[in-house]
């Protein structure tokens, strides 16, 4: 296929020259299958999140009688999410924070070190878009056999394989959304329930959508997706720079470029032959000779294309390499290549994510099983006593996150003689002992009373002291209202 008969570089080529708008529909593009290291790699990877996203919900981990024994479970009726030995409450979503920060960083240090990597190996669009591509190819062949059967009229051969690809397809898309529910309940006998058709109903409006978008995003969506939606392409260059590894082509070597001749003599000529295999190997069809560009995911699929073509000519290869523009310089100078992994952008990221790890280690690590909550309450603010005392309400709650009931005893501090009186439970009388049930929240409402005179004005602090079990001491100082002196 000669140069003009290339589409996937047309846009490439003609958004360099300022020709065309940003955004411009060109059909559907046909990515060539090619052999090297990093398709193996993005092969061996892919392999992996997949069976991590489909088998992880049927690991079991032993949390005790009466606790859920998945090790990855996502409780919404608990209210609570179970990570092997963690357990998040709802009042614990600062967890959820340093994940999301953990996650942003990672993604910057990966970025600062190899590219784009995160979008040419890790992503779940990409992980889709090449499963899907591999089926498309069974049924429909390799870029030029496509390209040949679209061209061809409507037969019955050519309806059979577009619906047995569709067909595919959505299979894989379904096993994706149901696999999706079964972090939200026992997997197992989830996965009964869907089959059988008793699952809720919300559980198969989860399955629609999630398989829905797979299936939209990762059959026809597609390159589109990487270039026009996600939001990384549009500042990810903004974490590069000159030690960044990315896929370059090394022009120096490669210019002037020509089709190559019958006699194979590359005299006075650059090493790149113009066969457009880097771009007809490209997920996203970018001709990676016009420079990095947005629209590069780096998944070194072009220098796997381009590895072959030298070896097929004798010409060493790399003319299209993953390395830094800091070598790719280097070795046009004649100098000695020279990797820098560490530098002051990278021990930022590590610093940042030692710092923020090390916080959510150390809180986990020792954070108690007692948590407590005090609302003091507004309507009325405070009551005025036959005596000449002045009474508050507060609605105090008992979070016991261990594994068995608790009994606790509560006192006051922070007011002289100041009388607690406690109302909870079923029987509704007056006590200082509390109770709370194993992985529940008890909520009671408590009157404190101070004696003419104890409290300071219209705010005196007040601290409830919970004694639990083993010496552990809560202590929450809030507010006690009165008449303003």
């Known amino acids: 296929m000669n140069k003009r008969e290339q589409p996937a570089a047309v846009p490439v080529i003609e958004a360099a020259r300022g020709d065309v708008p940003f955004y411009k529909e060109h059909g559907f593009h046909h990515p060539k299958a090619v052999h090297g290291l990093f398709r193996r790699v993005k092969w061996a990877v892919m392999a992996v999140l997949l069976a991590v ?8 981990w032993d949390r005790g009688p009466g606790a859920p024994d998945q090790a990855i479970l996502i409780d919404l009726p608990a209210r609570r999410a179970y990570f092997f030995f963690i357990e998040i409450w709802p009042q614990e979503v600062y967890y959820l924070t340093g994940l999301l920060l953990l996650a942003g960083l990672m993604l910057f240090l990966m970025s600062a070190l190899a590219g784009r990597v995160w979008c040419g190996f890790l992503c779940w669009q990409t992980v889709y878009t090449d499963l899907f591509l591999s089926v ?21 051969d050519k309806v059979g394989r577009v619906v047995a690809v569709n067909a595919v397809w ?62 990384y392409a549009r500042f990810q260059s903004a974490m590069f720079d000159e030690h960044s590894l990315i896929v370059s082509y090394e022009a120096w070597r490669g210019e002037p470029r020509a089709p190559v001749s019958k006699t194979h003599d590359f005299q006075g000529r650059g090493h790149c ?5 880097c771009v007809q190997s490209c997920p996203t069809g ?11 995911i780096g998944c070194g699929l072009c220098i796997d294309a381009c590895n072959a073509v030298m070896d097929r000519f004798g010409l060493p290869r790399g003319l299209i390499s993953y390395d830094s523009s800091s070598n790719l310089l280097a070795r046009e100078q004649g100098r000695t290549p020279r990797s820098r992994l560490i530098r002051p952008r990278t021990l930022i990221y590590v610093a940042l994510v030692a710092a923020i790890g090390g916080t959510m280690a150390l809180k986990l690590a020792f954070r108690s099983d007692t948590e407590v909550n005090v609302l003091h309450e507004r309507a009325p603010l405070y009551v005025q006593l036959a005596r000449g005392g002045i009474r508050n309400g507060y609605s105090y709650k008992i979070l016991n996150m261990a594994a068995q009931d608790r009994s606790y005893h509560l006192s006051v501090e922070g007011i002289p003689d100041a009388r607690l009186e406690v109302i909870g439970g079923d029987t509704g009388v007056a006590s200082t002992e509390l109770q709370a ?22 705010r005196t602090d007040l601290t409830f002291v919970l004694n639990g079990p083993n010496g552990k001491v809560v202590r929450t100082t809030t507010l006690f209202a009165g008449p303003a002196q």
């Open 53 to 60: 996203w489909h088998l992880t919900p049927f690991l079991r």
């Open 286 to 296: 970018t001709d990676i000779r016009f420079g990095n560009q947005l629209s590069c």
């Open 170 to 231: 959505l299979v894989i898309a379904a096993a994706s959304g149901i696999s999706f529910t079964l972090y939200f309940g026992d997997a197992f006998q989830m996965l009964r329930d869907i089959a059988t058709g008793q699952a809720a109903t919300a559980t198969y409006v989860a399955i629609l959508v999630v398989a829905g978008f797979c299936f939209l995003l990762g059959g026809y969506a597609r390159e589109r997706v990487c270039v026009y939606m996600c939001p």
């Open 136 to 156: 498309e190819r069974f049924f429909m062949g390799d870029r030029a056999r496509h390209l040949q059967r679209d061209r061809q009229p409507l037969t019955l």
């Open 273 to 277: 032959v113009d066969c457009g295999a």
């Open 437 to 458: 049930g194993r992985d529940s929240v008890a909520t009671y409402r408590i009157y404190v009373s101070a004696p003419p005179g104890a409290s300071h004005g219209a």
